[in-house]
């Protein structure tokens, strides 16, 4: 992990200098065993998280972030893995487990892509099922602002949920999942 924190000291600086950054929370922040979950509003919040987020967290990224070899490797160096969005990755759901069994943040965008308002719609029950299957805490992260040169962006690290808060209500499987990660994202938006 010496070349993500080298990496996330020099992201630092350099956002500092073309953002006016505001942290909120970072008595929150979980050292370990937790799942990172925020929204996601640029290409650029895996970074910003990243570099003001006190604790290592491994990405669970895009797969076709990982078809360039330069780009595949700096990725795997910093500890990112590749999820396939199109289907249910069950490579990359095993891999996330293996990290929490381990004691290490997994990062997960539970909508799957960029969006500048929250739609329901594309919430994955994929995070649901994490969240229950490690039986961890979930740490909700909200970026607020945009990344326009020289403005504001709020970084807001919620307090964790813990695995009882998230506890379904008399629904199983896929559904149960599917609540779960739609409580995460409320505490993400600010609405739970």
């Not at 990405?59 to 490797?73: D, I």
């Not at 500048?116 to 719609?121: C, G, I, L, Y």
């Not at 994955?124 to 039986?135: E, P």
Request: overall charge positive.
């Amino acid at each position: 992990m010496k070349l993500y924190k080298a990496i996330g000291f020099f992201a630092r600086g350099i956002l500092r200098i073309f953002f006016r950054i505001e942290i909120e929370g970072k008595e929150y922040a979980l050292e370990e065993n937790g799942l990172i979950c925020s929204n996601h509003i640029s290409n650029w919040d895996p970074v910003f998280i990243s570099a003001f987020y006190p604790y290592p967290i491994y990405w669970m990224a895009k797969e076709e972030l990982f078809h360039n070899p330069l780009l595949r490797r700096l990725l795997t160096r910093l500890g990112a893995f590749p999820v396939d969005r199109e289907k249910n990755d069950l490579s990359a759901l095993k891999k996330a487990l293996r990290l929490s069994k381990k004691g290490c943040n997994v990062g997960i965008f539970p909508e799957g892509t960029r969006v500048k308002e929250r739609d329901p719609s594309l919430v994955k029950s994929g995070v649901g099922l994490l969240a229950m299957k490690t039986k961890g805490r979930v740490s909700p992260v909200s970026i607020r602002g945009n990344y326009r040169i020289f403005s504001r962006i709020k970084l807001v690290i919620q307090p964790p949920l813990e695995p009882q808060d998230l506890a379904p209500q008399g629904t199983k499987g896929q559904e149960a999942y599917q609540e779960v990660s739609m409580k995460i994202m409320d505490k993400i938006y600010g609405e739970g």
